[in-house]
């Protein structure tokens, strides 16, 4: 690509990073932007304002994912799907005027990962579910916070995404396994992450890109 735009995925501490992958709008390759203290995770883009597909938003997740997980185990504060920046130049900018937001979600999310925990009723709807409620409690002692999403479906008995640290996501693991045996095929449990802690900042950006 031969346009100067950049893809913005997430922040970062300062570090030099760089990596091929299928990331956002084709791009063939991840890399940092840094200034001062802090390091925007960025690929190449010939839009500020790209496409939303679900192609590359679960790329856009991909990406924080491979950097969450990757080699020095990264704390990122996400940006939601589309931002786009002119340059590396207006990037800086967003990285000197949000500083102290930015450094301060970091702070609160230092060293840890989101899961996410759905528990479904069986099809033919017998589970107890202020049992199932109540059970899901196990997952808060595996965790830093919690939040609980929206039940967007009548089957859907729990939607929780836990702020975790990861020394404790094997905890975590055993307890969800140790629901699935507790209530067996009157369940459907769906769990995943790692993800980037999106539940858990809530960074807005209010500067020219």
């Known amino acids: ?8 995925y997430g922040v970062t501490d ?3 990073l760089r990596f091929e992958t299928d990331a956002v709008a084709g791009a063939p390759e991840v890399r940092t932007v840094s200034h001062g203290p802090l390091s925007g995770i960025v690929s190449d883009i010939d839009t500020t304002d790209p496409e939303r597909t679900d192609e590359d938003v679960e ?6 994912r491979d950097v969450l997980t990757g080699d020095g185990d990264r704390t990122v504060v996400p940006m939601r799907y589309g931002m786009a920046f002119k340059s590396g130049r207006t990037l800086k900018n967003l990285l000197r005027e949000a500083r102290p937001v930015l450094r301060r979600s970091l702070r609160e999310v230092e060293g840890t990962v989101e899961l996410g925990v759905k528990v479904l009723a069986d099809a033919e709807g017998e589970a107890d579910r202020e049992a199932v409620r109540e059970a899901a409690g196990r997952f808060d002692d595996a965790s830093e916070r919690r939040d609980d999403d929206e039940l967007f479906s009548d ?14 996501v094997p905890a975590f693991d055993d307890a969800v396994e140790a629901f699935r045996g507790a209530f067996g095929d009157d369940v459907v449990v769906q769990y995943s992450g ?7 900042v809530d960074v807005h950006i209010g500067v020219d890109r």
């Open 14 to 16: 300062a570090t030099d």
């Open 1 to 8: 690509m031969s346009s100067d735009h950049l893809y913005l």
């Open 155 to 168: 089957r859907l008995v729990v939607n929780r995404s836990y702020l975790v640290d990861r020394d404790d």
């Open 59 to 64: 790329r856009h997740d991909e990406v924080l």
């Open 194 to 200: 790692p993800w980037a802690p999106y539940s858990f």
